[in-house]
């Protein structure tokens, strides 16, 4: 038998000291449990004090036990490498350990365990923990905002329809993958637009079931049989043109439209609301500040000093101001500078604010990655006789992008993240009812459970658009 | 003078107050394959990074096949699609493969069909020897092989003349003579190339006329043979002692 020397564990002991180590380590971790989970207190006989400092002293003697170098046992020197590496270490270690077993009930007992969720009013909380029958009873309103009950479907209908047709890249064929890009960025918005314009706010539109647009269809078809090389202008001009002409010279009035459809009722945006609104908002912000902040990027590099210095400009004053300011101006300043009969909604305002301004972010991120490039890169497409929208299309934007995803990603987080500050302008977004819900009579006293549930929500948003650009990232690596 | 298809007269270049080009007179013939050679900071690289505009001279003329280099940008970018470069760095683009690499400026620049332009860019591919690495990245390639891939997507343009700006200076030796190899190939196909590099074997090999260059100033042109054999300026006398 080796001289025992508690002062200095070494390998010669290691049975000794691992079973002795782990043991009070686990006596210690045991006492905080039962203290936490049971409200038993194991060691009440001692002082306060003492009874409190307790499991930290012998976790703190048993990690010291266990700090034994080079043991040989893989997992033993991984934990001593990354928490017990030394005596401060070792109390920090602990503290955490404790820290979260200690809080582990509580924040249970609050969400789940003291919870209620069942009952329709108020008086069905009676617990101490969270009342979930608020979230339930308002998670209408959270989603939808104030938008009418029996019109819902339409925002359903619209996010389902248009989250099929954004899927729509993962089952295209090769022969379809080279479209996809104008797909995305032209026709998809496009189609997103109508969708919101047509169902989510409805109004009187007419559907016009006219000669002029069953001649159109007619023009179409047929052109399926034109030429290839015509087919272009073709599509272009044809059909259009067939339709004017029949509808404004040839036919008088009175044969032109052979019915008309109502449309949906109007919902004005100001009921619009809740996570809708926030999807709505972000969406085309993301959408409309993506181009524009490329745009602006690339101006801030141009060798022409007026798109030189107008993009520095814009860049500058817009980073150079406060969201919210740009909200107030853009609702309360703006409508005054428009001609009378000229009306632009809030919502469009409010959209049209935020994309510019998160738009001189992205340029400057994007600016980034131009920079990053090496001149190599322009001298090479130079040489091969590209001209610059050439060269920026296939070889520096490509290249330029995939360096500022991460920075491309943050900017749009931070986007997503600034929609609640329309609540300035009295839209509400998902915050916006929050707030509305938390000073109803009937409800007051239940913030807590709603800004829970807002941060849930906004935690699942960003970190799905996190994972997707680490997706993305991996997607396009290649290795330099 | 017919014959001649770069005519360079009287260029002057600055970088600032630092004069880098002094008084350049140099005119190259048809299939003619000149090596420039000279130390390091003496102008060669931006000698014939001026021929293709790549840098801007700011006296003189400069004639590529007829067409003067001015400001007007239709006229240079023609005129750079019929002037090939090779870099030293390579400088091929890492986010295509090495056929697309090959295929993008014929598409795009010559407005030539898909279809054509994959089946040049694997004729030149073949002739450098890495057919068979097509469908891979730049990053996956060696040093060599992406040289001589480079010079493969400057062919693909089907150049009237090609430059080549230290092909050579940024290889393992024994990636040296790969990329030589397909330079000297190119040679003998009758290409007119200007080369900037310190491989004198090579320059003994193909070239017509050595050109050695000093300070921004071209100090001595004298045919191949002549300029190893006996060289007039004890500049170069000194350079070749150092260097051979």
Known sequence: ?480 | MSDTIIQIKDVNKWFGDFQVLKDINLNVEKNKKIVVCGPSGSGKSTLIRCINRLEEHQQGSIIVDGNELTEDTKNIEQIRAEVGMVFQQFNLFPHLSILDNCTLAPVWVKKMPKKDAEDLAMKHLEKVQIADQAHKFPGQLSGGQQQRCAIARALCMEPKIMLFDEPTSALDPEMIKEVLDAMVNLAKAGMTMIVVTHEMGFAKEVADEVIFMDEGMIVEKAATNEFFANPKSDRTKLFLSQIL
């Not at chain 1, 038993?40 to 001692?46: D, E, K, R, S, Y």
């Open chain 1, 1 to 480: 038998m080796n001289n025992i020397n508690f002062l200095k564990p070494d390998k010669s002991n290691l049975n000794l000291f691992l079973i002795l180590g782990l043991s009070l380590v686990f006596i210690s971790i045991f006492d905080v449990f039962l203290s936490s989970f049971f409200k038993i207190n194991a060691t009440g006989f001692l002082p306060t004090s003492i009874s409190f400092l307790l499991p930290l002293i012998i976790g703190f003697i048993g990690l010291h036990f266990i700090r034994i170098e080079y043991s040989g046992i893989r997992r033993l020197d991984e934990i001593n490498k990354n928490f017990n590496n030394n005596n401060f270490n070792a109390v920090l270690s602990l503290l955490i350990i404790f820290i979260i077993i200690k809080s582990i009930p509580p924040v249970l007992s609050w969400t789940v365990i003291d919870a209620n969720i069942s009952g329709n009013s108020k008086e069905a909380c009676t617990g101490d923990g969270a009342c979930w029958t608020y979230i339930k009873v308002w998670l209408r309103r959270f989603i939808y905002g104030l938008y009418p009950n029996e019109e819902q479907w339409r925002i359903n209908l619209s996010f389902i329809s248009l989250l099929a047709l954004g899927s729509v890249g993962y089952f295209a064929t090769e022969k379809f993958k080279k479209y996809l890009t104008l797909y995305y960025v032209v026709i998809y918005p496009i189609i997103a637009f109508l969708f919101i314009f047509f169902f989510i706010s409805g109004g009187p539109v007419f559907f016009d079931f006219s000669y002029g647009i069953i001649a159109s269809v007619v023009a179409i078809i047929i052109g399926f049989f034109v030429p290839n090389k015509f087919k272009l202008y073709y599509f272009c001009f044809v059909p259009l043109a067939v339709y004017l002409s029949l509808n404004l010279f040839i036919l008088p009035e009175e044969y032109v439209e052979l019915g008309k459809l109502e449309g949906l009722n109007w919902v004005e945006t100001g009921a619009w609301g809740g996570l809708a609104l926030t999807f709505i908002v972000s969406f085309f912000c993301l959408i409309f500040c993506f181009p524009v902040g490329m745009a602006l990027a690339l101006g801030r590099r141009s060798e022409l000093p007026f798109i030189k210095y107008t993009s520095v400009v814009f860049i500058e004053f817009w980073r150079g101001v406060p969201l919210i300011t740009v909200l107030f101006m853009s609702s309360v300043m703006f409508p005054m500078f428009l001609p009378e009969d000229f009306f632009l909604d809030k919502l469009v305002r409010v959209i049209i604010a935020i994309s510019l301004f998160e738009a001189a972010y992205v340029a400057e991120v994007i600016r980034g990655g131009l920079q990053a490039l090496p001149r190599g890169q322009y001298d090479a497409a130079k040489s091969l006789g590209m001209g610059y929208w050439k060269m920026h299309i296939f070889v520096i934007l490509p290249q330029a992008l995939k360096l500022v995803i991460p920075g491309i990603a943050n900017t749009f987080l931070a986007l997503v993240k600034d929609t609640p500050l329309i609540l300035v302008v009295g839209l509400l977004e998902i915050a916006g009812m929050l707030q509305m819900a938390k000073t109803n009579p009937k409800w007051l006293g239940y913030s807590m459970e709603g800004y829970v549930f807002a941060a849930v929500v906004f935690w699942i948003i960003c970190y799905a658009m996190s994972k997707y650009s680490y997706n993305l990232e991996e997607k396009y690596k290649t290795e330099r």
